[in-house]
């Protein structure tokens, strides 16, 4: 098979277009393509009046490939980059999976399959229950401080937009994406440059994985909390767990930390206990949400009606050098109440599969590094976290949400956008949005929004709103790990994904749950 790179399609191409395509870049004759079909496609919109896609082309021929392709530029023949994994070694023990995200499960999913019937615990509850919950929550400002948008079945990743794009080079992921879509995904994330799920199609995916773990004898422990290790001579012997009041143990010399990046009970455990943990850099900020349509068009101009909701990806640095950025961008998406403390107040961003609201939102986050919050506590980001986030609470007095025009946090006071409603749930108050900040935090937030609405005009409409505060983009801590996924200090605990400091995001996060299986499943 040879794969052609770069090929010029229309928005609305046909498999004839394929063939002519792939006919004349190989400069054979279409008769001589025995198929062709996409593998990756990617929309080009620098130029507004003419947005097309660029495509990657898997093409069988009747003659010689390798000659084909010699004489040929943007071909090449197709690699091999199916994943392939064969277990060495078998545990002699269950292993617990502590926590339900996409590393948690892609781990629990390579065991269950090797025969080692893995045991999930997760403090929150299944997917099903988890929707129930959450939406009393945005109804009535009732927070379930153990089941909620940080914790529960499927992690945090869930209620956002399901996206599975990443930087990572791995040949896993490729093996991740097919996962997905044997468990009920959309087959278009295989060849999508951007691929997303969508919170609606996730659950369903998420169930469909949790039943084939099942099926190999795996379990899955919901409503039960990781409380402490067992340690004997530096090696785990087992864990204690609390479920709905009532305290157990279970023996085990294997467990996978995928704690997710709002565990912070259990860093405070693992602070305690001794395990080796480190500062690290993260970010903290607000979502930013405009009307859908003004980013489409700022987009894609009259190639919206064909493309539907627009995405972007914007960063720049300010004069001192630090760097503001947007992330986790939701077209066509919601605003989101991810609260998971009492008297705290966080948000995050949340798309359907559809993704067809009136408003889209992103993150706007500034970057931040231990240098900026040591105290000399290695939980100091998470206490800097906690202030941000008590703050957003306190400036309303509960879980109405603080949001303010970009207009009047940057004291412009033109309106350049048709009003935008926000979307967050319970509800919002118009308030002063800096106070929440400490002015580090403020001041570069203010910077950033003039910069890259510089870049983009669309972003800088003075009627935007800002809903604050956006604190759990990644895990402020690591949990120090060595090569062989092992905790540097305690043999047979492998800290695992992006709770832990090794992920950023269900992709990334997914793959080191399969490098935590296969460290597990190596003599």
Request: hydrophobic residues 35%.
């Amino acid at each position: 098979m040879i794969t052609l790179n770069n090929i010029r399609l229309s928005l609305k191409y046909t498999q004839e277009e394929l063939l002519s395509a792939a006919s004349k870049a190989l400069n054979i004759k279409a008769t001589d393509i025995t198929a062709v079909n996409i593998k990756r496609l990617s929309i080009d919109a620098r130029k507004k009046n003419d947005v097309h896609y660029i495509g990657s082309i898997n093409v069988s021929v009747s003659s010689n490939e390798a000659k084909v392709v010699k004489r040929c530029k943007n071909a090449e023949i197709a690699k091999d980059t199916s994943y392939r994994f064969t277990p060495t070694a078998k545990p002699q023990c269950r292993p617990i999976i502590v926590g339900s995200g996409p590393a948690g499960l892609f781990c629990a999913l390579m065991l269950a399959r090797a025969g080692a019937k893995p045991i999930v615990i997760e403090r929150g509850e299944c997917v099903e229950n988890r929707t129930k919950t959450i939406d009393t929550f945005w109804a009535t400002g009732e927070l379930n401080t153990a089941s909620n948008v940080q914790f529960g079945e499927g992690g945090a990743g869930t209620f956002s937009d399901g996206k599975l794009n990443t930087g990572i080079n791995d040949i896993r992921a490729r093996y991740v994406l097919k996962e997905f879509v044997a468990h009920g995904a959309p087959e278009e994330i295989l060849i999508s440059a951007k691929p997303h799920i969508g919170t609606d199609k996730l659950k369903e995916t998420i169930i469909n994985i949790r039943n084939e773990i099942i099926s190999f004898g795996g379990e899955f422990l919901f409503n039960t909390t990781l409380t402490d290790l067992i340690i004997n001579n530096n090696k785990l012997v087992g864990i204690k767990t609390i479920n709905n009041g009532v305290y157990s143990s279970l023996e085990t010399q294997i467990a996978v930390l995928a704690i997710g990046h709002s565990a912070r009970d259990t860093f405070e455990m693992l602070k305690k206990t001794g395990i080796p943990m480190e500062q690290k850099a993260f970010s903290v900020g607000a979502r930013i949400e405009h009307l859908r349509s003004e980013i489409d068009e700022c987009q894609y101009g009259k190639a919206r009606h064909i493309l539907g909701a627009a995405d972007y990806k914007l960063s720049t640095h300010l004069d001192d050098g630090r760097g503001v950025y947007t992330f986790c961008m939701c077209p066509g998406g919601y605003v989101v109440n991810a609260s998971s403390e009492e008297g705290l107040l966080c948000t995050n961003g949340m798309s359907y599969h559809a993704r067809n609201n009136s408003n889209s939102n992103s993150a706007v986050l500034v970057g931040i590094s231990p240098n900026d919050y040591n105290q000399g506590d290695v939980l100091d980001g998470i206490e800097l976290q906690r202030k941000i986030e008590k703050a957003a609470y306190d400036i309303t007095g509960g879980y109405l949400a603080p949001v303010q025009t970009v207009g009047d946090f940057l004291n412009t006071q033109n309106p350049t956008s048709d009003k935008v409603l926000p979307t967050i749930k319970p509800g919002y108050e118009f308030c002063d949005i800096s106070k929440v900040y400490p002015k580090l935090i403020s001041d570069s937030l203010k910077e950033g929004l003039s910069k890259l609405g510089q870049r983009m005009p669309a972003f800088a409409n003075t009627n935007a709103i800002l809903t604050a505060a956006e604190t759990r983009s990644s895990s402020p801590v690591r949990i120090v790990r060595n090569e062989k996924f092992q905790s540097i200090a305690i043999n047979g605990l492998f800290p695992c994904g992006e709770g832990a400091g090794y992920a950023g995001g269900i992709m990334s996060a997914a793959v080191d749950g399969i490098k935590c299986a296969e460290a597990i499943l190596t003599k």
